[in-house]
């Protein structure tokens, strides 16, 4: 989710909901411009009445959301301009120094590339597969309901605990390759997590496993979302199943997919937890699994130069934001009136 | 997600049309060709879970003997030796605090701010709902260094202040985005009536809107729950001392300290698992309800 969908909803939200707004005032639908809501019974008095009641009820979220969200990220902002060691304010002023070091390290590099891999192919991968499994389980099929809880079981386990009984699993001397000897398929074993060329399909496989359920999951809410007529209707014009399936209700899961897609794409370009646990800050690098996030706790707190690694959470940032504006500007921008805010009456 | 989702359920809320629920509305009968993909699936999803919990049976010369068996015979020796150090349930009892306080200010703050935000009309309402709504661009990895100094210069560390404060900072912008087109839609004839019948907007909020956005709330509420339960970088940063571990460090802890106790690890992380499986399996319908359902009022 993006600022972009925020501001849309938003833009539409003084025509939409000022009348609802203004009902106290019984005023009915005025101009759609936000005006204060006065309430004519309490007179001038009233307005302060509501600027109190708006600064309790919003205050307290609004100091958490400021103190703990935007004063840090406004001070990684700041401390990227600086080379300093966590201790004092910091003083020795560097300019872009840290982002042209960071732009040169092979290694960072080597990260960026690590998340594009996953970004394209968590969706080519993710994206099929979940659409394939969430018509399948809008099907009537018996135990429909148990299997879509179990399918959101691994969303729902930590990633603690996928990342430490997959490295069990698969180590050398695992139940994978253990399991692929006894098939008979042991040319298919390797080394799945230190081996550079195979590492990073490995965490693909990993991630997709993981965040798959996921996909599911908002697919099949998206498909309780078109009425059954549609269906019906395809099916009398004489349409088989595939069909309408092609037709009519890819279309409409449009917006779903969309966001998903938009969701997994963010996803893919912070990843940090999976591989800092599966491979540690070190043999990321060597495995040819690092990201962005992992080279950023490596190289920063770890190493004691937090006016680097906050420099690298700018520049993180900064591809997250270049990717979702572009993302709103190219895909998302043809949904804003359907999906975000249709359903607002 | 829920963005797409909650808009839907809205607009059912306000009587356009009467949901039938998940169950009715799958169109097609399966096949046995359905069954057998859908049960692969499943498969698929739950083999690394079930070896993790399975492989807890075993002893680590099963294991060495034969990586990908069964239990022969079958051993709790490691379930109860985890279950018996108290360091377990320490940090069991520090993920169920963190967790809960985390929901609790995701849930009270949240709903405060989003009634706010959908229901009075005011200067400076679009910028502070797009400022909340810029927090969904800054996720913890971008804030998580000066967080970091931040906490430690506050004297936070290894508190569950320093842990729950941020988590339910950074849950906020996803909490307004999904409970403000719930407070919108509820309809404005039963803020009439509660006003005709002499509530105040406040004893409208407390007697009509938090009833009526429950199905929203408990969404956000899982949602944060969850989110805090398996939080990782934020408690690696926060965290340094084992008793104040959350499950997902320990287990980590765990795992690198009897790495050559395979089974021992393998029992630990599954009996962590637990809480979050039972708690997700009470809420699962209100979860789906919540992404997809409907309020009923």
Known sequence: MSVSQGMSQDAASPSTTTPEDRAGSGGGAGAPTPVPAERPRRGGHGRWAQRAEIAVLAGPALVVFVTFVIVPVLMAAYYGFFKWKGFGPPTEFVGFENYLIIFRDAEFLAALQHNAFLVVMSLVVQGPVAVGVALLLNRRIRGRSVIRVLVFVPYVVSEVIVGTGFSLMLATNGAVNDLLEKMGLSFLAVDWLADPDVAIWTLLLIISWKYIGFAVILFLAGLQGIPEELGEAAAIDGATYWKTQRYVTLPLLGPTLRIWAFLSIIGSLQLFDLVYIIWGQYVAATAGTSTMATYMVANGRNSGNFGYGSAVAVVLFLVSLAVALVYQRFVLRRDTEGALTGGKK | ?297
């Open chain 2, 1 to 297: 997600m829920a963005t797409v989702t909650a808009a839907p359920s809205a607009a059912r809320a306000s009587g356009t049309r009467t949901p039938k629920g998940p169950r009715g509305s799958g169109t097609g009968k399966g096949g046995p060709l359905t069954y057998v993909v859908a049960y692969l699936f499943v498969g698929l999803c739950l083999a690394p879970i079930a070896y993790i919990v399975v492989g807890g049976f075993r002893t680590n010369a099963q294991i060495t003997a034969d990586p990908s068996g069964l239990p022969d015979p079958w051993q709790v020796a490691n379930y109860v030796e985890v279950l018996g150090s108290s360091l377990f349930w320490q940090q069991l009892g520090n993920s169920v605090v963190a967790a809960l306080l985390t929901t609790l200010g995701v849930v009270v703050l949240g709903l405060m701010a989003s009634f706010v935000l959908a229901r009075y009309a005011f200067f400076g309402r679009a910028a502070m709902y797009s400022l909340f709504a810029a927090g969904l661009m800054f996720p913890m990895t971008v804030a998580i260094t000066p967080l970091y100094i931040m906490i430690r210069s506050l004297g936070l560390m290894n508190s569950v202040g320093g842990l729950v404060l941020p988590q339910i900072a950074f849950a906020l912008p996803t909490t307004v985005i999904i409970l403000v087109p719930f407070l919108r839609a509820i309809p404005r004839e039963i803020e009439e009536a509660a006003s005709i019948d002499g509530a105040s907007r406040l004893g409208f909020f407390f007697r009509m809107v938090v009833p009526l956005s429950l199905p929203g709330v408990v969404t956000v509420g899982i949602l944060a729950f969850v989110a805090s339960w398996n939080s990782y970088m934020l408690p690696l940063f926060i965290l340094n001392d084992e008793t104040s571990y959350t499950l997902p460090l320990g287990v980590q802890a765990f795992a690198s300290q009897y790495s050559v106790d395979t089974a021992r690890v393998l029992a630990f992380t599954s009996l962590s698992m637990i809480p979050a499986l039972v708690f997700f399996s009470l809420f699962e319908r209100r979860i789906v309800g919540g992404l997809t359902g409907a309020v009923k009022g």
